[in-house]
DNA sequence: ATATTTTTTCTTTTTATTCTGAAATTTCCG
DNA sequence: CGGAAATTTCAGAATAAAAAGAAAAAATAT
């Protein structure tokens, strides 16, 4: 597949912004081709048209299988893997979100949790005990938003924030719960 | 200054994160450090505490600076600059959500823009550019929910989603607005 | 079973980032 | 003014991350 300018720019500078946010560049790419295009792709067609090497795009897509940003399907007279992402930002938005908590999130919990149950503390300044546990509870109150914001359907959650007149035809769409 | 055993944990797991969203090491590291110190430093002794170079303090702190993360303080009979963080949390959050808004979220904004109003329009599919739109509309959105919800007191952010029950004696005590 | 296609793994190369150390610059004190 | 202290800049070294390419493995067809 060719891409077409818009979409060249839109698919490299999402991998730029994957960079920035401490994604590899052709994962985010790969992620962002197949968002584009809408339909399943195979990784020979990816690698063609991102100008990547063909390990890489494996890689890469096995990178994003295990954020479940993307999904393997089949098509009907083909022995190849396809894949493809959801089109909802909203679910996309949801995984991105969830996958981060579980990779980075928790694992700073259980530190500052392992901090503040230490052998050490009488060595350490009370303050900065105090200051540890603040982010502690920073933390885990924000992931505790971070929980209600995803669960509510994204018009309910535009009315709980009062932003009830921007809300968009683009999230209107996709609402069952 | 020595770091005790639970303050060298937790900055150097800080500067683990930072690597992970971005953020230079040493940049989140020496944010870490005068974040539990609760006490101007200056950058010879972050240097010692840290174990790097005089210059990569000096390049991160003018980063920290820049993104309003620290400022400058001077102490009498001292010449040299001391530099020092917020000891709250939440403001903290607020800086750095709106440091990356400002340096990575409007940016996108206008390439989305720019890709909205291009004249090679008429070449890509048009579901392509409903998607490009959708994704527009959506990190707008979600940028105006983070205009609300930084505005908000914490306290009255957490009654508006309806977490009153867990909200903590970290958040309820810095609020004035 | 064997050959072919497809995918993955792994080593090497390349690229990008981070960090250092030396030199240059600035600041500010007597 | 000097001149010492403090800070910044910058070129190069070290490190880490990303990507490529070759080889192995797996899957599927005949």
Known sequence: MELKPISERFVLHWGEMGSRWGVNRTVAQIHALLYLAGRP?????????????????????KELLSWKLVRI????GDRRDHFET??????????????RRQREIDPTIQVLKS???????????????????????????????????????????MKTLGLGA???QTLRRNSAD
């Open 86 to 99: 959801s089109t909802d930002v909203w679910e996309l938005f949801k995984l991105i979100v969830e996958g």
């Open 166 to 168: 921007k809300i968009s």
């Open 73 to 76: 399907v089949h098509l009907r």
């Open 115 to 157: 901090c503040l149950d230490s052998p050490d503390l009488e060595a350490e300044d009370p303050s900065t005990l105090t200051r540890i546990r603040e982010t502690l509870d920073f933390i885990e109150i924000l992931t505790a938003w971070a929980d209600e914001m995803l669960r509510l359907k994204p018009e309910t959650l």
């Open 41 to 61: 792709m195979e990784a020979e067609e990816i690698t063609q048209t991102l100008g990547v090497a063909r390990s890489n795009v494996s890689t890469s897509l």
